[in-house]
């Protein structure tokens, strides 16, 4: 069990209650104020713990800005709905050139999974994967398609100054299909996979000349997702979105092929798949025993070689970890015990439960009871306190706040209707005070809905800042 939840229930405190206040308290505070935070829910947040032991007491002095967010406000010059003191920027468009002084390099189609990086200058990189589809999207195997037409999914960088000028944009992967989501690493690399049937993970620098990608082979064959790396527990968590019977799985490494510190060796880690011991339906109430299964991992499909003991998490699809917790997200399929939940992995207990459903209970936004409940839920990341910003892929098109007592505020609303297009690539910037997003599909071309081309990437600035702290960009 995470030693301070233990310390939190030989104290009667709600279970519930903790996993709520970690959402906002998970780097800010010290563990003693983890605690005091989850013994009353009646005091105004930004009030010191009072009281000794027993006594009622009050949350960690910590209060998120987003918190402070009004509602949103009539779309601007860039059709976006913003909260009041945010503004807008069209930062990449699809097939145009993003630097002007490089107009031989164009924006890819699809932009989907995004991160950032920090540069050694000062300024940052955002990464964009292409989820452009091909024959794969009817079926055909990846080594057939490769014959019929060379791929062009893969991933672009854009890279900013200190001032946050644009300065540079290139490609950091090529030949490769409908690249989907990922994760940075700590190491300062990009993972990220093909979201087809058997598709593979690739890991790439974000800097321009940074190295040759890497096939990461021991990912398993899938239909790829993001990717969240667990460096103490010396794991990489990884979801999976494709048939409808996808599974929740992570790679693990031993002490031998992870050095503290370093990048593991890639080709030494194990597949491995989620089990729920308990019964699922009951995650939505508390925690519930998980267990790890070693998976086959022979090159097959995992559509082909699912363990049965396995558990499905249909349409699994943001990860993150923070604070010796897993959080991941699972769309709409029809299936009630996942859908637009967001769960929780207590990797030290061994539990898994929902945080956040809209069944639940969940108000639409405290800030305007006409917004509807976040469904959808997509890519998701975290700021260094827990919060949790959420995009919507057929729901609003809007990226949401996840607040601790489980409402949402929404950050902001792009154009376009979810039937044809989606919110994708949610990443905050070094600084903290910058977002960027994208709309998958903004620009129409005709084509069939599988092989619709288009995409635009905004960069949101925002009146404050969060706490982040992404990697330093690194060659592989």
């Known amino acids: 069990m995470n030693p301070i939840l233990k310390q939190a229930q030989a104290q009667g405190l709600s279970r519930r209650q903790f996993l709520q206040n970690l959402l906002f308290t ?26 000794g032991p027993g006594d009622p007491v009050t949350p960690p002095a910590f209060q998120s800005q987003f918190a402070t967010m009004g509602p949103l406000q009539p779309a601007n010059a860039d059709g976006i709905q913003l909260p009041a003191g945010f503004t807008s920027r069209v930062v990449a468009v699809f097939n145009q050139p993003p630097i002007a002084s490089n107009p031989s390099f164009l924006w890819h189609s699809d932009p989907d999974g995004g ?68 994760g940075a690493t700590p190491w300062g690399t990009w993972i990220n996979g093909e979201e087809i049937g058997d598709g593979y993970m690739f890991e790439s620098s974000p800097l321009r000349d940074g190295g040759e990608s890497v096939r990461l082979d021991r990912f398993g064959r899938k239909g790829h997702e993001m990717a969240a790396v667990d460096e103490a527990g010396k ?48 995650a939505a109430d508390g925690p519930v025993s998980i267990a790890w299964l070693d998976a086959v991992d022979d090159g097959t499909p995992q559509p082909e070689v699912y363990l049965p003991d396995s558990t499905q998490f249909a349409g699994n699809e943001g990860v993150h970890f923070l604070g010796g917790f897993i959080f991941f997200s699972c769309k709409p399929t029809g299936n009630p015990e996942t859908d637009d939940h967001i769960f929780a992995i207590d990797l030290e207990g061994g539990t898994i439960e929902s945080i956040y459903n809209p069944a639940d209970g969940v108000i639409g936004s405290p800030v305007d009871d006409s917004e509807p409940r976040m469904t959808g839920v997509d890519n998701i990341t975290m700021t260094e306190d827990g919060e949790m910003l959420v995009v919507e892929d057929g729901g609003d098109m809007r990226c949401m706040v996840l607040l601790p007592d489980r409402t949402t505020i929404p950050l902001l609303r792009l154009p376009g209707s979810p039937d044809v297009t989606e919110v994708t690539g949610v990443a905050i910037a070094p600084p903290g005070d910058r977002i960027y997003v994208s709309s998958q599909r903004a620009l129409l071309n005709g084509l069939p809905a599988g092989f619709r081309t288009g995409g635009v990437t905004y960069e949101i600035t925002m009146p404050f800042s969060v706490r982040v702290n992404p990697p330093l960009a690194r060659a592989l």
């Open 26 to 51: 998970a780097g800010s505070v010290p563990a003693a104020s983890w605690l005091t935070a989850c013994g009353s829910s009646n005091t105004p947040a930004g009030s010191d713990p009072v009281g």
């Open 115 to 182: 991160a950032t990086f920090a540069t050694e200058d000062g300024g940052w990189i955002y990464v964009s994967n292409a989820e452009v589809r091909d024959a794969t999207t009817g079926g055909v195997s990846r080594d057939q398609a490769a014959l019929i037409t060379p791929f062009t999914g893969g991933a672009s960088a854009l890279r900013f100054d200190a001032d946050g000028t644009l300065v540079d944009a290139y490609r950091i992967l090529d030949g490769t299909t409908t690249n989907c989501s990922g």
């Open 235 to 282: 794991a990489i968590y990884h979801t999976e979105d494709f048939g409808g019977e996808d599974r929740f799985y992570r790679t693990i490494f031993d002490a031998a092929a992870w050095p503290d510190g370093g990048r593991p060796d890639m080709s030494l880690g194990v597949l491995q798949v989620l089990q729920v011991t308990g019964n699922l339906a009951d």
